[in-house]
C-alpha cells in the first residue's frame, strides 16, 4: 500500500516535461505535424524551423522554455533541451 501511495505522490509530484515528452514521443515527420502534436500536448510553440536536417521547434510550458530536434524522416525526438 505505501509504495502504491509512493508511485501515485511521485506521478503528480514529477515537471510536467517528463511526463510527456520523452525521447520516444513521436512528434511527427513534418514541421506542421511537430507544432499540431506539441499544441495538443499543451506546448506553446514559439519558433520552429529547418536546421541542420532536423525540425527544430521552441516551446514554452509551465513557465519553462525548451526546444527540441525532430528526425522529419522518423518523427522521433532526436534532441530535446529544457531550461529551468
Known sequence: MRIIALITL???AA???AADLTADTMLGKTMDEVKATLTDMGYEV???E???GNIEVYFVKDGKMG???V???TGAIT???VKN
Open 79 to 81: 534532441k530535446l533541451d
Open 71 to 73: 528526425n522529419p524522416e
Open 46 to 48: 514559439r519558433k520552429a
Open 67 to 69: 526546444e527540441v530536434y
Open 50 to 52: 529547418m536546421e541542420d
Open 10 to 12: 511521485m506521478a503528480f
Open 15 to 17: 515537471p510536467a516535461f
